[in-house]
């Protein structure tokens, strides 16, 4: 029987056929939006901005191909915990929380679709790097991972020390193949664009172990069970949503709308309805903001050795 995974990773393989990876869509489903909709704009302590209000629509580049944060689910709608928060940030905006454009993006082309105004806004499971810094302003942070191995449930492999040497599959700019580059220069990486492609090269045999986020590799492990995930957490650091370099007016929109939903516990809340698993909300629970909980960013590099 095909694992809900598979058919996730189907969904999203056709969309990429048909769409080029990155095409804009607002076919995410009207329930996604949260309890917290509202019919009206909410007021966030901060104005939307002008270029955005005359739109009518916020455009937010996701991820297609990461459950359970930006994913295609089976019926070809855009689903998941940040599709879930992208539709709250449509409600505050404009009272309707499908005033909203998605388009998938990747970790390689999110910051190009970004400065070229293709979106408003990154939205897709990107941590915060005092590199990435330099291009983008970064949002106050609204969850948080680190990088682990998923290796087949027979794999000797324990440790990120054990991986001297040997073939590791990653996803090309994302966060784990760059603490590889940086700290384990013997190691050789096969780099692919899209999860469901590196799944398979994991399950081709085609490196001894795919690096990525903790959060996805979990999601992966338990719709896989011939897959494990090892190793201590590398290059741990929050997620933030990322805006136009010097664009104040949108940072502190977004800002405001992230405060508004971390007092209201927005986060955990729509969490707890996306991995419902209760290890696993045990596990990230500490990654979220909620009342009296913040997340900060790291003051020094994240990507250490």
């Given at each position: 029987?095909?694992?809900?995974?598979?058919?996730?990773?189907?969904?999203?393989?056709?969309?990429?056929?048909?769409?080029?990876?990155?095409?804009?869509?607002?076919?995410?489903?009207?329930?996604?939006?949260?309890?917290?909709?509202?019919?009206?704009?909410?007021?966030?302590?901060?104005?939307?901005?002008?270029?955005?209000?005359?739109?009518?629509?916020?455009?937010?580049?996701?991820?297609?191909?990461?459950?359970?944060?930006?994913?295609?689910?089976?019926?070809?709608?855009?689903?998941?915990?940040?599709?879930?928060?992208?539709?709250?940030?449509?409600?505050?905006?404009?009272?309707?929380?499908?005033?909203?454009?998605?388009?998938?993006?990747?970790?390689?082309?999110?910051?190009?679709?970004?400065?070229?105004?293709?979106?408003?806004?990154?939205?897709?499971?990107?941590?915060?790097?005092?590199?990435?810094?330099?291009?983008?302003?970064?949002?106050?942070?609204?969850?948080?991972?680190?990088?682990?191995?998923?290796?087949?449930?027979?794999?000797?492999?324990?440790?990120?020390?054990?991986?001297?040497?040997?073939?590791?599959?990653?996803i090309s700019g994302?966060?784990?193949?760059?603490?590889?580059?940086?700290?384990?220069?013997?190691?050789?990486?096969?780099?692919?664009?899209?999860?469901?492609?590196?799944?398979?090269?994991?399950?081709?045999?085609r490196g001894v172990a795919l690096?990525?986020?903790?959060?996805?590799?979990?999601?992966?492990?338990?719709?896989?069970?011939?897959?494990?995930?090892?190793?201590?957490?590398?290059?741990?650091?929050?997620?933030?949503?990322?805006?136009?370099?010097?664009?104040?007016?949108?940072?502190?929109?977004?800002?405001?709308?992230?405060?508004?939903?971390?007092?209201?516990?927005?986060?955990?809340?729509?969490?707890?309805?996306?991995?419902?698993?209760?290890?696993?909300?045990?596990?990230?629970?500490?990654?979220?903001?909620?009342?009296?909980?913040?997340?900060?960013?790291?003051?020094?590099?994240?990507?250490?050795?």
């Amino acid at each position: 029987m095909k694992s809900r995974f598979g058919i996730v990773i189907s969904a999203a393989m056709v969309l990429a056929l048909a769409a080029g990876c990155s095409s804009s869509s607002d076919g995410s489903s009207s329930s996604a939006a949260g309890s917290g909709a509202s019919a009206h704009p909410v007021d966030v302590g901060a104005p939307l901005p002008a270029e955005v209000k005359n739109k009518g629509k916020l455009a937010v580049g996701v991820k297609c191909d990461y459950p359970p944060f930006g994913y295609i689910d089976e019926a070809s709608k855009n689903a998941g915990f940040e599709i879930d928060i992208a539709h709250q940030l449509a409600s505050y905006a404009f009272g309707d929380p499908n005033a909203l454009t998605l388009t998938c993006v990747t970790g390689s082309n999110r910051v190009s679709f970004l400065t070229s105004k293709r979106i408003d806004l990154i939205e897709a499971t990107m941590n915060y790097t005092p590199e990435r810094a330099q291009t983008i302003d970064f949002s106050t942070p609204y969850f948080a991972s680190g990088v682990k191995l998923l290796v087949p449930k027979n794999s000797s492999i324990t440790s990120f020390d054990e991986l001297a040497g040997k073939q590791v599959i990653s996803i090309s700019g994302a966060t784990a193949s760059l603490w590889l580059t940086q700290c384990m220069k013997d190691v050789k990486q096969t780099l692919f664009a899209q999860t469901s492609q590196a799944l398979t090269a994991l399950n081709q045999n085609r490196g001894v172990a795919l690096a990525q986020d903790d959060t996805l590799l979990l999601d992966l492990a338990t719709k896989n069970p011939d897959l494990k995930v090892v190793g201590d957490a590398k290059a741990d650091s929050p997620w933030g949503m990322g805006v136009r370099k010097g664009d104040a007016q949108m940072l502190a929109w977004i800002n405001g709308a992230l405060a508004h939903m971390q007092k209201t516990d927005f986060f955990w809340s729509e969490f707890q309805k996306t991995v419902t698993d209760t290890t696993a909300q045990r596990q990230f629970a500490k990654y979220l903001p909620r009342p009296g909980h913040n997340l900060t960013y790291p003051t020094g590099a994240t990507i250490q050795c």
